[in-house]
């Protein structure tokens, strides 16, 4: 066992890891929508609504991608395309457990630092319903900030909206040339692939 401030561990069943103990994990909060139509339109007010970018840019470069299939790409550019048609999708051969995102800040513009106090996600491959069954999804992942342990997210295993907010020691200060890393440690495996997909990502703060 390491010591992050908290004692914690990772146990790895049927090559899935599970992180046991940590005592600093947040649940995300699901926001079930009644229809698909509200669902759709919640996604497209991702895309004009107050973020982090109102402050910042940012690039997520994930690790690992699962290459072009039948013309369709899984690139990181679909995690913030606010598009449930598109995802991200890990290229391991297994649930991709390990695989990190890396988010970069790029307005050099910002002189003082902007907290970041707040993350959303689309969980799975959302483009339908047996799609996102089909394929595996996020269950936990670790947040780290410029390579230090912050904090790990639990996100539920739906296709609706989920979110968490940050408080205290948890909010991050961030400048130009800072990195987030968020990395897989648990995934809900699918009913038919291993690959393990995200529709969309958003960060909050700045205000």
């Known amino acids: 066992m390491r ?6 561990f990772l146990a790895t069943v049927n090559g899935i890891s599970f ?3 940590h005592l600093d994990t947040l649940d995300c909060d699901v926001h079930h929508l009644p229809s698909q139509e509200a669902l759709d339109e919640y996604v497209g ?3 004009g609504g107050c973020s982090l970018a109102c402050a910042f840019g940012w690039t997520i470069t994930p690790a690992s991608t699962l290459k072009p299939q039948g013309g369709i790409s899984y690139s990181a550019t679909n995690l913030s395309d606010a598009n449930l048609q598109t995802a991200w999708v890990e290229g391991e051969a297994d649930y991709g457990v390990g695989v990190a995102f890396r988010i970069t800040f790029n307005n050099a513009g910002v ?6 106090n707040g993350f959303a996600f ?3 491959y959302a483009k339908n319903k047996s799609i996102w069954s089909a394929n595996s999804r996020v269950r936990l992942l670790e947040v780290m900030q410029n390579g230090k342990h912050k904090f790990t997210l639990r ?6 909206p989920q979110s968490v907010s940050l408080e205290g020691p948890q909010i991050m200060r961030l400048r130009p040339g ?3 890393t968020l990395v897989i440690r648990g995934v809900y495996p699918g009913t038919k692939f291993k690959d393990t997909a995200l529709t969309e990502i958003n960060l909050y703060g700045a205000h």
């Open 19 to 21: 992180a046991l103990g």
């Open 155 to 160: 996100l539920a295993d739906t296709v609706d």
């Open 178 to 180: 800072d990195d987030v």
């Open 122 to 124: 689309i969980n799975g």
């Open 45 to 47: 007010a991702l895309d």
């Open 3 to 8: 010591l992050f401030g908290i004692l914690a």
């Open 111 to 116: 002189e003082q630092a902007v907290p970041l």
